[in-house]
């Protein structure tokens, strides 16, 4: 048997989720693209599970990987 849903506030909107996480919507947005936060898109429009969201921040995550570092120019040394 499906779980009900207790009532509308545990299903967000994309701003709401971002302001349950405290990040911007822009954040929302990639990671929902990238599939790294869970929700659900109806029409042309995110939903995202409050307990969805819960469970998901309680998961350990894996620290991200060390950005590379450009390499500096060599600079040629001139002799005089």
Do not use: C, Y
């Not at 709401?16 to 947005?29: K, S």
Request: charged residues 30%; without cysteine; positive net charge.
């Amino acid at each position: 048997m499906a779980k009900k849903i207790k009532g509308p506030q545990d299903v967000m909107t994309v701003p709401q989720a971002a302001a349950f996480l405290q990040v911007t919507e822009q954040t929302i947005l990639r990671g929902l693209r990238a599939g790294t936060i869970p929700g659900n898109k109806i029409g042309a429009r995110w939903r995202l599970s409050r307990l969805a969201l819960e469970a998901h921040l309680a998961k350990p995550q894996a620290p991200a990987p060390p950005k590379k570092r450009k390499a500096k120019a060599k600079r040629k040394a001139t002799r005089q």
